[in-house]
Each structure stands twice: as C-alpha cells, then as structure tokens.
C-alpha cells in the first residue's frame, strides 16, 4: 500500500543551523509530494511540492528533491530561524487518487 | 488565502448531543475533505466529497456524517456526540496538482 514515513521527533536546533528532516515513501507508480507545515493553533499549509521525478520544491527557504530512486523527499533548509518552530508533514498523493497520505509529523524547535 | 472557513472555530458540548461543523469553500473546488487531529494519530480522513451530494467513507467514519447540497459547503455532523470525539477538525479543498488547502480547524470538547 501508500505510506510515508518521517523522521521522528522531537527536533531541536540552534537558529541558524542547517536543517534536514527525512521523509521515505511507498507507492506504486509516480506519486506526487507534498510538505505541509503547521504553527500553534493553525491549519496545515502548502509549504511546497513535487509532482514528478528529479522536481525541487522550494519555497521560504526551504527544499525538496522527489527522488525515485531512494523514495524519498527530504526536507532541507540552510538556515532555521526561532519563526521555523512549527510542526511538519510529508505527505504524499498516490497516482490516479484524490487522497493524501500523510506521515505522522516532525515537531521542531529553533532555540535562539 | 485558499478561501476555505470553519464554522464555529470552538466548541463545547455535552455527551449524546448532535454537533454540526461547517466548512465553506469560496474557491469552487469540487473536492472536500474533512479530517481529525490528535496527539500521536496525526491527521485522520473522515470523509470527503467528490461533487454535490457525492460522498464517501475514509478511514475513521464511524460515528460521523456529511451532506453536501451546494459546492461551497460541506458539514460534518455528530449524530450523538462522544468524548472520544473531542479533536481538533480540519476542512480541506484539493488544488489542481491534487495538493489540499486547509481550513483553521475547529476545536470541539465533548464533555
């Protein structure tokens, strides 16, 4: 079946320091991927994605390469921010479907 | 601004009492979505809705219901509230790269 997996949480980093948190899949096909953020006590948002092998999503910095060879779709930043603290989600649109599937989370904390 | 709202953003409630979330898109998407939050289940599909009185079961159904007479809106209801219903609720609407825009939740407390 469709999964995503995440790097587990709790997260927490000094401002300015480098950012990666992993995220693996399965899915049959070519799946498209997302990577939601969510601050306290707000909706999920759009932070950026890719819909096709070799894509980089990118948006306020951050990034993602789709690559099919490893299933993965790792989130990156250069340079995290105290504003960086929220909560995120991988997740993933299996091809053909309407669904999403979402990975369990990575709560991060930016320490200044 | 995905233009989707949620209607109440908060509310407490007693056990066995009927509850209506409201969710209103102003962007005539044709899917909705509603889901739940809790801690250590990340976001659960309850159901969603592919076009005006189209709906289906996701994986946490049991206990809910939906209708949707008009594009802009779909409701979720609690035919008998429980206290294991007590969540945070989300409404999404999928874009055109099948991505989802979500809603700001409403947080419900079934005493």
């Known amino acids: 079946g469709n999964s995503v997996t995440q790097m587990e949480g709790p997260v927490t980093l000094s401002e300015e320091a480098f950012l990666t948190i992993n995220c693996t899949y399965t899915a049959t096909g070519y799946p498209s991927l997302f990577w939601y953020v969510q601050y306290p006590g707000e909706g999920l948002q759009l932070l950026l994605k890719?819909?096709?092998?070799?894509d980089k999503g990118s948006n306020k910095g951050f990034e993602a390469t789709y690559r099919k060879e490893t299933t993965s779709f790792h989130l990156e930043k250069g340079s995290v921010q105290v504003s960086d603290s929220a909560v995120y989600f991988c997740?993933?649109?299996?091809?053909?479907?309407?669904?999403?599937?979402f990975g369990q989370g990575t709560r991060l904390t930016i320490n200044p | 601004d995905a233009g989707i709202t949620q209607s109440p953003r908060h509310k407490v409630t007693e056990t066995g009492t009927p509850v209506t979330l409201r969710c209103h898109q102003t962007e005539n998407h044709r899917y909705m979505y509603w889901y739940r939050q809790d801690p250590g289940h990340g976001l659960r599909l309850i159901h969603y809705s592919y076009g005006v009185k189209d709906t289906d079961k996701g994986e946490v159904s049991d206990g809910y219901s939906v209708s949707r007479s008009k594009t802009e809106d779909f409701l979720l209801t609690l035919e008998s509230a429980t206290s294991s219903q007590t969540s945070v609720y989300f409404c999404?609407?999928?874009?055109?790269?099948?991505?989802?825009?979500f809603g700001p939740g409403t947080r419900l407390t079934v005493l």
């Open positions: 890719a819909t096709k092998a070799d």
């Open positions: 999404a609407i999928s874009g055109s790269y099948g991505e989802q825009f």
């Open positions: 997740a993933l649109k299996p091809q053909g479907a309407q669904k999403l599937v």
